[in-house]
C-alpha cells in the first residue's frame, strides 16, 4: 500500500499561529523560528493540500476559505495530540489523570479559582483541563 504524503505537526503549528496572528511574523516570534522557515512550513503545506491557505493581500496573509475549513480541522489535530502526550507524560503507576473539558467562559471565569491548592491536596492527580468550544460527547471523549 503506497503510503500518502502527510503534513509534519511543525507545518500544522506553524499555520495555525500565522492564522491565528494573522501575520507571519509573530507566529514566529511565538514559535521560535524565523518568519522564512514559517512562511516555507505553511508553503510546503499549501503544496500537500494543493490549495492556497492564505492570499497575501498588501504584505498581510488573509486566510482563504479553504485555510479557514482546515484551520478548524488543524486545530482538532493539534488540541488531541497535546491531550495525548500530557496524558502519556503524566501516565506513571502511582498517578492518575482527570481530564477536564470546560467551555472557556466557564474555565477561566469560576473553574481556575476554584482550583487552588488541589495539587497539594491530590499530589497523585494530574488535572489536565482543556476549554472547549464545540459540543462533544461525554460517553466517548
Request: glycine share 2%; net charge positive; hydrophobic share 40%.
Given at each position: 500500500m503506497a503510503r500518502t504524503i502527510l503534513p509534519t505537526l511543525t507545518?500544522?503549528?506553524?499555520?495555525?499561529?500565522?492564522?491565528?496572528?494573522?501575520?507571519?511574523?509573530?507566529?514566529?516570534?511565538?514559535?521560535?523560528l524565523t518568519q522564512s522557515?514559517?512562511?516555507?512550513?505553511?508553503?510546503?503545506?499549501?503544496?500537500?493540500?494543493?490549495?492556497?491557505?492564505?492570499?497575501?493581500?498588501?504584505?498581510?496573509p488573509q486566510i482563504t476559505p479553504e485555510g479557514a475549513f482546515?484551520?478548524?480541522?488543524?486545530?482538532?489535530?493539534?488540541?488531541?495530540?497535546?491531550?495525548?502526550?500530557r496524558h502519556m507524560r503524566s501516565y506513571r503507576d502511582e498517578v492518575e489523570a482527570l481530564n477536564v473539558a470546560t467551555?472557556?467562559?466557564?474555565?477561566?471565569r469560576w473553574l481556575i479559582q476554584h482550583l487552588n491548592g488541589f495539587r497539594f491536596r491530590h499530589p497523585c492527580i494530574n488535572l489536565n483541563i482543556?476549554?472547549?468550544?464545540?459540543?462533544?460527547?461525554?460517553?466517548?471523549?
Open positions: 507545518a500544522m503549528q506553524c499555520f495555525e499561529a500565522a492564522a491565528r496572528h494573522m501575520s507571519f511574523t509573530l507566529a514566529s516570534e511565538e514559535l521560535n522557515a514559517v512562511s516555507k512550513q505553511v508553503a510546503q503545506l499549501e503544496v500537500i493540500l494543493e490549495r492556497p491557505l492564505f492570499r497575501r493581500v498588501r504584505k498581510r482546515y484551520l478548524r480541522e488543524v486545530r482538532r489535530i493539534l488540541t488531541r495530540t497535546e491531550i495525548s502526550t467551555p472557556p467562559t466557564f474555565g477561566d482543556c476549554n472547549r468550544v464545540e459540543p462533544f460527547d461525554l460517553t466517548t471523549e
